[in-house]
């Protein structure tokens, strides 16, 4: 994964982009990144591994050195908070088409299930969770930006899921080898 990798496949190359080898948290370094003014609408922070990748309810998300895709999006939505309850069923979506799309299995692409509105599955098991974090205007209670934080799991790393995943957690290729013709890149820009 690389800046330069993924900004030819951008219907807005110009946005900022923050890649990095590993990171605690892509939605707190894109948040940080919002704050502070550097990145606006449609830019996005990706990581080869997070070492406090974190899920709804404080829960952690594995998320284990380039055997997945974790990126988190900074959008601006107008609107309040209750206009913007579908942005998580929505990036679930991009998610599911971004897959079939990049992804090749004989004639058409991995197809994803969508469970409830931020967990997509492939053959019974996890492959991506979505967390969407918003920072609000408290007197006119409108979304200043949201943080839309996907994990996606490729493949199983080579040290395996741990104990509490066994079974529950997967990957949308059975191996690493079989993943081998994925263009990260091209499926991170398409997510």
Same mark, same amino acid.
Do not use: M
């Given at each position: 994964? @690389?800046?330069?990798?993924?900004?030819?496949?951008?219907?807005?190359?110009?946005?900022?982009?923050?890649?990095?080898?590993e990171?605690?948290?892509?939605n707190?370094?894109?948040?940080?990144?919002?704050?502070?003014?550097?990145?606006? $609408?449609?830019?996005?922070?990706?990581?080869?591994?997070?070492?406090?990748?974190?899920?709804?309810?404080?829960?952690?998300?594995?998320?284990? +050195?380039?055997?997945? /895709?974790?990126?988190?999006?900074?959008?601006?939505?107008?609107? @309040?908070i +209750?206009?913007?309850?579908?942005? %998580?069923?929505?990036? #679930?979506?991009?998610?599911?088409?971004?897959?079939?799309?990049? %992804?090749?299995?004989?004639? %058409?692409? /991995? @197809?994803?299930? /969508?469970?409830?509105?931020?967990? &997509?599955? $492939?053959?019974?098991?996890?492959?991506?969770?979505? &967390?969407?974090?918003?920072? %609000?205007?408290?007197?006119?209670?409108?979304?200043?930006?949201?943080?839309?934080?996907?994990? &996606?799991?490729l493949?199983?790393?080579?040290?395996?899921?741990?104990?509490?995943?066994?079974? /529950?957690?997967?990957?949308?290729?059975?191996?690493?080898?079989?993943?081998?013709?994925?263009?990260? @890149?091209?499926?991170? #820009?398409?997510?």
């Open positions: 994964l @690389s800046v330069e990798a993924i900004r030819p496949f951008l219907l807005s190359p110009e946005v900022y982009i923050g890649v990095y080898q990171v605690d948290s892509t707190r370094a894109a948040k940080a990144a919002a704050v502070n003014g550097e990145a606006g $609408h449609g830019s996005f922070v990706l990581a080869g591994s997070q070492s406090a990748g974190r899920g709804r309810r404080g829960r952690s998300f594995y998320s284990p +050195q380039d055997a997945g /895709i974790y990126l988190s999006v900074i959008l601006e939505p107008k609107g @309040s +209750q206009e913007s309850l579908l942005l %998580t069923a929505e990036a #679930a979506v991009a998610v599911y088409k971004a897959v079939k799309k990049v %992804t090749i299995k004989k004639v %058409t692409g /991995i @197809s994803l299930d /969508i469970k409830w509105v931020n967990d &997509l599955y $492939h053959n019974g098991r996890k492959v991506c969770g979505i &967390l969407t974090e918003a920072v %609000t205007d408290f007197e006119s209670g409108n979304i200043e930006f949201a943080v839309v934080g996907i994990g &996606l799991n493949f199983e790393a080579s040290d395996g899921y741990p104990d509490a995943l066994q079974g /529950i957690a997967g990957g949308i290729y059975e191996s690493r080898e079989a993943a081998a013709g994925l263009d990260r @890149s091209r499926l991170a #820009a398409e997510i």
